[in-house]
């Protein structure tokens, strides 16, 4: 079974960078893809980043060029840099992994949220401006 932990979240102000980290337990890590998610309160939870087994990186288009997704496959851990952040980043982050799947992933498919077989608690960001 799978388990994933997130940490890193705090404050930081408008301009300011946070490294978020997802550890995950389980044989199936390297075998699958990971994503991260937001969800702001009373928002929809949205896609953020993934980064898929050939370590092809997705991103939405709110957060692309600020943030950057790697992984470690030896240490099965996902990693979540964000740098220059706004208030709108402001919210809980979530790391997801998928089921075992092919070593090319699609966008469409690394963005919804459907495609996830578990899921981290959360951690809080909060960027004051």
């Known amino acids: 079974q799978v388990q994933l932990v997130e940490s890193g979240g705090g404050l930081v102000q408008a301009g300011g960078s946070l490294r978020l980290s997802c550890a995950a337990s389980?044989?199936?890590?390297?075998?699958?893809?990971v994503g991260w998610f937001r969800q702001a309160p009373g928002k929809e939870r949205e896609f953020v980043a993934a980064?898929?087994?050939?370590?092809?990186?997705y991103y939405a288009d709110s957060v692309k060029g600020r943030f950057t997704i790697s992984r470690d496959n030896a240490k099965k851990m996902a990693t979540l840099q964000m740098n220059s952040l706004k208030p709108d980043d402001t919210a809980n982050y979530y790391c997801?992994?998928?089921?075992?799947?092919?070593?090319?992933?699609?966008?469409?498919?690394?963005?919804?949220?459907?495609?996830?077989?578990?899921w981290g608690q959360g951690t809080q960001v909060t960027v004051s401006s």
């Open positions: 997801g992994q998928t089921r075992r799947v092919a070593f090319f992933a699609t966008m469409d498919y690394v963005s919804a949220q459907e495609s996830y077989v578990a």
């Open positions: 389980g044989r199936t890590f390297s075998d699958a893809a």
């Open positions: 980064i898929d087994r050939s370590g092809g990186t």
